[in-house]
């Protein structure tokens, strides 16, 4: 049985002057609200209930905030465009073993779509999960930036292709991904993008034949 996060996080004292707030293993969901929380830099909510990020928008000070944990979530659809724009010091986060899907790709600016490839190479960006689509939804929009040959996002949209197909940037004249090529990506080994299209489409018939 989940908790409500409104009441468990109303309960928190002196919340003006904490900087971390763990509230991480209690089970909590739905949405809380954070503007009381003037000083905080880091928010730890490992494991718990939660199925969307909106909430984060009642956070006063946006800019101070530097780390994000929502490792082990519900969280099923993920806005990095609006994250990245509205939290700009935002160094960590963790969204893996959630069901992600990615939504509003195309509203990244070339700034913070260069820092989402570059946070997903340094491990710093996590977000890969067996459960969702974001790393097709990624692998898609990295697809369409460079058939469109947008000089100002090509080079990392080429790049975090390289990321996904698990070749190296510099290796991307020479050999073109194959059906076997492992990789990795926040610390998680997929064998091949083909299985990632495949084992979400068992998975999608799994629970189509679950319904009925």
Known sequence: ???????????????????YLDISNRDLSGSADLKEFTALTNLNSYNNKF???????????????????FFGNQIKEIDLAWLLENFPNLEYL???????????????TSVNFGKLVQGIKDKKIKINSWKGTILMDLLEYAQKLVAKGDNNQ?????????LISGNSPTKLDEKQPGN???LLIGGLVIFS????????????????VKEE
């Open 180 to 182: 076997n090529t492992p």
């Open 193 to 208: 993008v083909s299985a990632l299209v495949i084992g979400y489409w068992w998975g999608k018939k799994r629970s189509e």
């Open 94 to 108: 963790n969204c893996e073993n959630n069901p992600l899907s990615a939504k509003n790709l195309e509203n990244l």
């Open 1 to 19: 049985m989940s908790n409500n996060a409104h009441e468990q996080i109303n309960l928190i004292t002196n919340k003006g002057k904490i900087k």
């Open 154 to 162: 090509t080079q990392n949209a080429q790049y975090l292709q390289a």
């Open 51 to 69: 199925e969307n990020l909106n909430w984060l928008s009642t956070l006063p000070n946006k800019d101070q905030l530097k780390k994000l944990n």
